[in-house]
């Protein structure tokens, strides 16, 4: 069986499509490569002394795990010195970091949640890195990239990806012409393409939210759920199931792969943040992704990839997967 590497792949993309030039080629090597050790690191679990919390916090007030450090620690020195990047910014950041004076600067900006799903690290179920790549746009050179460079639209990604650490370690790519999938051979070391053109199921009985947080929720999205509850008896007139992994990665690695819908929605605990989850390293990079494997992402009102983001860290309601469930809930918050 002919077997296709990450790096033939890449080649091959830039030839027929055009859609990536080398440096960007190089971002996601290295990515790619970063991925890799965080997930050997993942893999050792107890045996690496890598489980555990720190004493630290992160920016949103997140007590952070060993490995939520360790991975954007591998991230960010993965990326300084190939001279591809203008500078990084993290889920585990206050602000971006620029590459250090010593290295070249490129016209790249990447974004990284390093380790998704913390809640899961100590309890061995799968969790990934995912990230976001943006042109940095108006940026005159010479100057310092600022974190106004990085306040884009998430339709101007020009390449996005999440690495999930579980029975498999899995890459998933787009840069705008679809989505691949590589399974990491560990005794080789390389990543094979071994999912050309995930394509999401549009019409699915899947979803996936976390129900314990039903009574906090606005109207729309409990009739949305409601209705779903009622199976073959309701207006829905099927019989639903129900997942919900805690790590988001994971949740939409099954829905690219079997269809299903991902909803994190506001909740009324805090009326003033629109969701719990990221829009510009979350958010945005799984919504490229669901989009370019045919399904849709709202926040339950708009599409996600329209959002002018106003601040790094922003805050966003998701919904994403299989385009008529994300197209239904999206119709009754904005019939509400
Ligand atoms: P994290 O980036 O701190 O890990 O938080 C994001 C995670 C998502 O992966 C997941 O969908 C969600 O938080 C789970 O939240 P909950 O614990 O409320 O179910
Ligand atoms: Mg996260």
């Known amino acids: 069986m002919k077997r296709t590497t990450l790096t033939q792949f890449l080649i091959e993309q830039q030839r027929n499509h055009n859609t990536v030039p080398a440096e960007l080629r190089l971002l996601i090597e290295i990515v790619a490569r970063a991925c890799k050790a965080i997930g050997h690191n993942v893999g050792k679990g107890a045996l690496g002394g ?4 720190l004493d630290s916090e992160n920016v949103q007030g997140e007590v952070q795990k060993k490995l939520d450090v360790l991975s954007n620690e591998i991230l960010l020195e993965a990326n300084e010195w190939g001279g591809h990047l203008a500078a990084m910014a993290s889920e585990e950041m206050e602000t971006i970091h620029r590459i250090p004076n010593r ?24 969790i990934g890195t995912i990230f976001s790549v943006l042109k940095a746009q108006d940026h005159v050179a010479g100057k310092d990239v600022t974190e106004a460079d990085f306040l884009q639209p998430g339709k101007q990604q020009v390449a996005a990806g999440y690495a999930v650490y579980g029975p498999q370690t899995m890459l998933v790519l787009t840069f705008g012409h679809g989505v691949f999938g590589f399974t990491l051979d560990r005794e080789m070391g390389s990543w094979v393409l071994t999912h050309p053109d995930i394509r999401i199921p549009e019409e699915t ?10 009574r906090h929720w606005a109207p729309p999205m409990r009739r949305y759920i409601d209705e779903a509850l009622a199976g073959t008896e309701g207006p829905r007139g099927k019989n639903f199931n129900m997942r919900w992994i805690a790590s988001m990665v994971a949740d939409v690695h099954r829905i690219l792969n079997r269809g299903g819908v991902f909803i994190y929605p506001w909740d009324a605990r805090e009326p003033g943040k629109p969701g719990k989850l ?7 990079p799984m919504a490229f992704i669901v989009e370019q494997a045919g399904g849709a992402a709202t926040n339950c009102v708009s599409r996600i990839l ?6 790094l860290h922003e805050r966003v309601s998701v919904a994403l997967g299989s385009k008529s469930e994300v197209e239904l ?8």
């Open 50 to 53: 890598v489980l555990g919390s």
């Open 103 to 126: 290295y070249p600067q490129g016209e790249y900006l990447l974004l990284f949640d390093p380790l998704d799903g913390s809640s899961n690290i100590d309890v061995n179920v799968s």
């Open 205 to 214: 009985k899947e979803f996936a939210i976390n129900m314990s947080n039903e």
């Open 278 to 284: 990221r829009l510009m390293y979350e958010a945005n």
């Open 306 to 311: 329209d959002l002018q983001p106003t601040t």
């Open 329 to 336: 809930l999206t119709r009754y918050h904005n019939e509400a």
